[in-house]
Nanobody
Framework: QVQLVESGGGLVQAGGSLTLSCAAS????????MAWFRQSPGKEREFVAGIGWSLGTLYAEFVKGRFTISRDNSAKTASLQMDSVEIGDTAVYYC????????????????????WGHGTQVTVSA
């Protein structure tokens, strides 16, 4: 049974930092493309950052230069380092594992991900 478990969310002041972690089990982690999405109340789930099995990375424009995605295949974890957070970063953050090799626009489509965690809440205060 595949499980993705996010952790590390919480309350942080604007301008601060937070590190999210996604622990995977039940899958050959090193062969999966992984990504972080987020969802705010009343909005659709949106792509934040992705890291491929080959370690290539992709970021949404609104987090470029502020967030860093990484993975540790031996530990089966994917992480999101969030720096210079803004109030607009407040959301539930989800970890996803791709159904297949993700190419181009696949990365941004929730339907391209076969497994999701339950999410971790990030709240940024002024």
């Amino acid at each position: 049974q595949v499980q993705l478990v996010e952790s590390g969310g919480g309350l942080v002041q604007a301008g601060g930092s937070l590190t999210l972690s996604c622990a995977a089990s039940g899958l050959t982690f090193s062969t999966y493309d992984m990504a972080w999405f987020r969802q705010s109340p009343g909005k659709e789930r949106e792509f934040v950052a992705g890291i491929g099995w080959s370690l290539g990375t992709l970021y949404a424009e609104f987090v470029k230069g502020r967030f860093t995605i990484s993975r540790d295949n031996s530990a089966k974890t994917a992480s999101l380092q969030m720096d210079s957070v803004e109030i607009g970063d407040t959301a539930v953050y989800y970890c996803g594992a791709g159904r297949r090799r993700l190419l181009g626009r696949d990365w941004y489509q929730t339907a391209a991900y076969g497994y999701w965690g339950h999410g971790t809440q990030v709240t940024v205060s002024a």
